[in-house]
């Protein structure tokens, strides 16, 4: 199949291969070694990684400055942008000037709601939502035009991602939304932390079911549980997740100092799991804060060494 970017992550996945891409947090600050401390234990371990774009609605140093960092460092950045905090004349711009400067994968996210930051009371801007974004930057691609009909001298040409969550309610209702963001343009999906092995599986047949997996790559998200107390912590209190009682009794019976490693062992199989689901085109490791196992991690679960295309 012909290839429409130069992106490194749309070489792997169209070359067949069990995709993993990665997570980088930018810093709350501007110390660039921030960026370099985290990335440099994914270089030559992910296809991509993601800079996330002021997560929890924090501020924290742009995506598009820690993807040139990460870029010079030789990784494939995964430049994300989120509705939340501009308008389409600057998220245009933004695309522009991102791609002007070699990044080609992005991920089109509607953003944390402000409350949940520390900036309350910052504006919500919302002038277009994560399905209308992935038509815009389709639109600038495809048409080469902006949003107000004028003609773009050099359109850029990005791999263009979306999230999705597969355990919202209701969940009948998942794979329409992810199928509204395919027929948007997306050409890959990264999902949320999953958990659930029995739930995601129900997901994938559905979606399989509408060919959702023939015009599209599913990268299945997961994240290591690093202790009993998050095992519980993301049961309880985190939005939109499904942690089953037995996932978190299992880290939690296993001795404390024990517990990181049983968290390892238990996405380890989830990983090799994954490899057998029909449509699962890869995985999105979340590490949070823990980039310094994301070796290890894809060692032992054996996704190394990544394919070279």
């Known amino acids: 199949m ?38 440099a234990h994914l270089v030559g371990k ?37 509705c939340r905090d501009r308008n389409r004349i600057a998220m245009q711009s933004d695309i522009l000037g991102a791609y002007a400067m070699g990044l080609n994968t992005m991920l089109c996210l509607s953003g944390d709601h402000p409350s949940f930051g520390d ?18 930057v389709r639109g600038m691609m495809d048409d080469g035009k902006f949003q107000g009909g004028a003609e773009i001298k050099r359109p850029p040409k990005m791999f263009i991602g979306a999230a999705a969550n597969p355990f919202g309610d209701p969940f009948e ?22 958990y659930n092995m029995q739930k995601f599986r129900d997901y994938m047949k559905m979606a399989v079911d509408k060919g959702l997996h023939e015009k599209t790559y599913i990268l299945a998200g997961v994240t290591p549980l690093k202790s009993a107390g998050m095992a519980k912590y993301m049961a309880t209190k985190v939005p939109g997740m499904d942690v089953p009682d037995d996932v978190v009794k299992r880290i939690a019976s296993a001795p404390k100092e024990k517990q ?20 699962v085109a890869g995985i999105h490791l979340m590490a949070i804060e823990w980039e310094h196992k994301v070796p290890e991690i894809l060692e032992q679960a054996k996704c190394l060494p990544r394919p070279q295309v």
């Open 2 to 39: 012909e290839l429409k970017t130069d992106s490194n992550l749309e070489k792997v996945l169209r070359a067949g291969h069990f995709a993993v891409t990665g997570e980088v947090g930018p810093p709350r600050g501007s110390d660039p070694e921030a960026v370099r401390e985290k990335a």
């Open 46 to 82: 992910v296809d991509a990684v993601n800079i996330t774009d002021c997560q929890t609605a924090m501020v924290r140093m742009s995506s598009w400055a820690a993807s040139l960092i990460c870029k010079s460092m030789g990784l494939e950045p995964n430049y994300q942008m989120v």
């Open 119 to 136: 900036h309350p009371m910052a504006s919500n801007v919302h002038d277009l939502d994560s399905i209308q974004l992935i038509q815009m």
């Open 173 to 194: 209702l998942r794979v329409l939304r992810l199928a509204k963001k395919v027929a948007a343009g997306a050409d890959f999906i990264q999902t949320q932390c999953i």
């Open 260 to 279: 990181a490693e049983e968290g390892i062992k238990f996405l380890c199989e989830q990983i090799e799991e994954m490899r057998e689901i029909e449509g």
